[in-house]
């Protein structure tokens, strides 16, 4: 990664006769989705629509660990059978609430979006975070958005497929975060889109395997209190400095806005 002013000897805001005015620094900030933008785990959520609002016992007894995505498959071919639609799921997902201090982090993003590339990678679904974030207005924000593949079938079911394969051993089945992201990262350098920094906010512990390649230039995100805070913690005491990246635990994501706006105080 590039670092600024590397190999230049004049300060970077110098600006001699002929001389044009300095690329601006490129950030990649990588967002997860469930109870990270938003304020719940929008599977869970969703269960808000269906008859009664609980999904029944043997529905839930099928749920195995590392295969959650099958799982949310049966859930919505119940909820399918029980006459759920299309405009039902969109109802509840444009009203899960954002979780405390994201619009501000959002509103200061929109105000320096030419500084920041902006990525979310979610093992939630398309059809979901596309509904929350137009509902939001902040879903022109991101350039890419990465999540399981949904739709609706011919018979008005919302239908739900797994991201990829892949043959991390710490990861659901059907998504590795670190997969995408290091893919991601090599297709942008092959574009000539090199970044100084990566920024990764999240929560889960599908979001602790992608932070695991941040460097010691990077900065991770995690949410105060849930699982990628805790592995973090763990892994220094267990590893002291295995863990390369800056470690910013946040209850607002208010706190990840001063972070950054430090950051770019600080840019020469």
């Known amino acids: 990664m590039k670092r600024c002013c590397e190999g230049v000897g004049l300060p970077c805001l110098f600006k001699g006769v002929g001389m044009a005015s300095p690329r601006p620094p490129k950030y990649l900030l990588v967002f997860d989705f469930d109870e990270t933008i938003i304020n719940e785990n929008s599977d869970d959520s969703i269960v808000r629509a269906a008859p009664g609002q609980v999904l029944p016992e043997h529905i839930r007894q099928t749920f195995r660990e590392g295969f959650y995505n099958e799982y949310m498959q049966r859930v919505l071919a119940y909820m399918g059978d ?3 639609k299309m405009g039902d799921f969109k109802t509840v997902y444009e009203n899960i609430p954002l979780s405390p201090g994201m619009p501000d982090l959002f509103q200061f993003l929109s105000k320096n979006h030419e500084l920041f590339e902006i990525i979310l990678i979610s093992d939630a679904n398309m059809f979901g975070i596309e509904s929350s974030l137009r509902a939001a207005g902040f879903y022109s924000l991101f350039r890419k958005i990465f999540s399981n593949p949904s739709s609706f079938d011919k018979k008005g079911y919302f239908t739900l497929g797994p991201y990829h394969s892949h043959k991390c ?14 893919e991601y990262l090599a297709e942008r350098a092959q574009e000539e889109a090199e970044f100084e920094r990566v920024f990764y906010v999240g929560d889960g ?57 430090e950051v770019l105080k600080k840019k020469c």
């Open 205 to 261: 512990a599908n979001d602790f395997c992608p932070s695991m390649t941040l460097t010691s230039a990077d900065v991770a995100f995690p949410r105060k209190g849930y699982p990628m805070h805790r592995m973090t913690q763990e892994m220094e005491k267990k590893q002291p400095g295995a863990f390369q990246a800056t470690v910013v635990p946040w209850e607002s994501a208010a706190e990840v806005a001063r972070y950054l706006q």
């Open 82 to 84: 029980q006459g759920v």
């Open 169 to 182: 051993l710490d990861c659901p089945a059907n998504m590795c975060k670190r997969k995408i992201l290091t």
